[in-house]
Every structure is written in C-alpha cells, then in structure tokens.
C-alpha cells in the first residue's frame, strides 16, 4: 500500500496562476482532507470529504475549490493564487469520523511569488 | 469551539534526558478523540496515538508515554531517555464527536535533542 500520496511534492507559482495538487489514497478510506501547515499555527483545514462526490469547507476555505469525483482522489485546486497561500500542504485520509485517526500524505509545499 | 494549546514552542534536552510535553485542550463536546502526531524534520505526520474521552488509563509504549486528566483537560506526553531520533515537532490535536470532520491542531513543539 502506498497509503497517502501527493502530487507535485514542490511547486512555484506567479501571483495569479491556478494550479491543481492531487490527493491519492489506495486504504479505502471515505473521508479526506486538506490542510494548509504554516510556521507556529499547526494545521488548519481547508475543505474536507465525508464521501465521494461531496465536500465541505473547513476553517480556511477562502482561495480554494476541491473535488472528489473518485472516492480515492481529493483534489485542491488554487484559480488564481496568492502570496498568502505559500504553504505547506497536507492531504489526509480516515475511514470515517472523530474516532479514527488521519493518515497523512508527505506534504507539498507551495510558494507564490 | 475547540481548541487545543501547547504552550512550549521549543524544548531542548541531552541526549538520555526525559521530555514532557504539555498540552490543554478546550471543547465541550462530552465525547471526544485526542492525539498526538510527529513531524520530523522530513516532514511527514507520523500518528502516534489516540485517546477517547472515555478512557484515562495512561499508556506506555515503549519510551513514550501519556497522561491524560479529563479533570485539568490535559493529555501530556513524555518520551524517557530521549534520542536524536527523537528531534521532532509534535503536534496534540483533539477532534470531538459533534464536529467529525474537525482536528484541531496545537501549533506544536519543537523537540532538539543533542548527541
């Protein structure tokens, strides 16, 4: 099992570019989230899935869409970014709710010039 | 609301001292999930234990351990005789039952341990 994975790892955007980072994970799981991690603030989260084909907005939704068209892939997409969106950015999985913990994927870290 | 604090931004010990960990948490959900996940300086969140609001038997793993007090909201975390494997952030997070989908995360602390 590869378990979570993040695709691209690194990434650097101009201000106003769009770009899409690809959640996968292979254990089933039906919730997944997003997550943005900036120095002294923990995680914070961005939108999460309870299943496929729903989302909903998490604590920092603002400057960002997601998809979950296939239960295995949680995509966060940025239409235009900004330079408040340099992060790092975590995807996570569970098989369902509080009592189960997350599984994390490596990260990608975002900068926007 | 929930809230999860760790007040100690960074701790730095010897290599073989012990290292406590604090963190409190706020939430007024009666059931409830906490954790504790590392970061090394790879990056990866690594899970290394959860806790339900309904057990405070404290646990040992191997050099780690947890102390969780429903009665001061505190679930600490000690690694005895620590390594330089060990230098990591650690991250508390807590997730109750009538938000499901939200883990709270403390802004964690940062472990050096030196050779």
């Known amino acids: 099992n590869a378990g979570v994975t993040q695709t691209p790892k690194f990434r650097v955007l101009k201000t106003g570019q769009s770009m899409t980072l690809l959640c996968a994970q292979d254990?089933?799981?039906?919730?997944m989230y997003w997550y943005r991690q900036d120095p002294g603030m923990g995680l914070r989260l961005i939108h999460y899935?309870?299943?496929?084909?729903?989302?909903a907005k998490g604590e920092v939704p603002d400057g960002y869409n997601v998809s979950r068209l296939k239960k295995q892939n949680f995509l966060l997409g940025l239409e235009s970014a900004a330079p408040s969106q340099t992060s790092v950015y975590f995807c996570?999985?569970?098989?369902?709710?509080?009592?189960?913990?997350?599984?994390f994927g490596p990260g990608t870290r975002l900068t926007v010039t | 609301a929930q809230k999860v604090t760790q007040a100690q931004t960074e701790i730095s010990v010897v290599e073989k001292e012990d290292v406590t960990l604090d963190c409190v948490y706020e939430?007024?959900?009666?059931?409830?999930?906490l954790f504790w996940y590392k970061q090394p300086p790879s990056g990866e969140l690594v899970f290394l234990i959860r806790?339900?609001?309904?057990?405070?038997q404290n646990e040992i793993s191997g050099r780690y351990s947890w102390n969780f007090q429903k009665s001061t909201s505190s679930f600490n975390f000690t690694i005895t005789a620590s390594q330089v494997v060990d230098s990591a952030v650690y991250f508390c997070a807590l997730i109750g039952s009538s938000n499901d989908y939200k883990l709270s995360f403390g802004a964690g602390t940062t472990v050096t341990v030196r050779a």
């Open positions: 996570s999985s569970s098989y369902g709710g509080s009592s189960y913990e997350q599984y």
């Open positions: 899935s309870v299943g496929e084909g729903t989302t």
């Open positions: 939430t007024r959900d009666t059931t409830y999930y």
């Open positions: 806790r339900n609001s309904f057990d405070e």
């Open positions: 254990m089933n799981h039906e919730y």
